[in-house]
């Protein structure tokens, strides 16, 4: 009996303490997309440095904010955290894009006019 109580007391401390978890990770996510939406952000983060800042012109200020999910460091130092899902999801999907496209065949690949220019002189080497 005292070990069943023993028992259920930790697994109930686990349970706190992935809840505990998964809020501050959702706390660094919101945190994160804050910092790369904020004005600041696009004349440089501390992850791709502040260039921009020297180069900045008004046009840069007023484009859309965009990140990509790479960007954010913190949130995917953790397994578990939303990044880390949502990049795990985008990995699927482009599994499954790769895996039904490869079910399809290889499609051929069309030269482009270099690549067509280029071997088309390489086949008259010694003809003349």
Not at 67 to 80: A, M, P, V
Request: hydrophobic share 25%; with cysteine.
């Amino acid at each position: 009996m005292k070990d069943s109580m023993a028992d259920e007391y930790l697994q109930s401390r686990i349970q706190q303490a992935k809840q505990e978890i998964a809020k501050i990770e959702k706390r660094v996510y919101d945190a994160e997309t804050e910092y790369f939406s904020c004005e600041s952000s696009q004349m440089g983060t501390v992850l791709k440095g502040y260039e921009g800042f020297l180069s900045s012109k008004d046009n840069m200020r007023k484009r859309a904010r965009t990140f990509k999910i790479e960007d954010r460091l913190f949130s995917l130092s953790s397994r578990t955290s939303p990044a880390a899902k949502e990049e795990e999801r985008e990995a699927e999907n482009q599994k499954s894009l790769r895996d039904s496209a490869g079910n399809k065949g290889l499609t051929k690949r069309s030269r482009s006019g270099r690549e067509f220019k280029h071997s088309r002189s390489t086949e008259n080497v010694g003809r003349y």
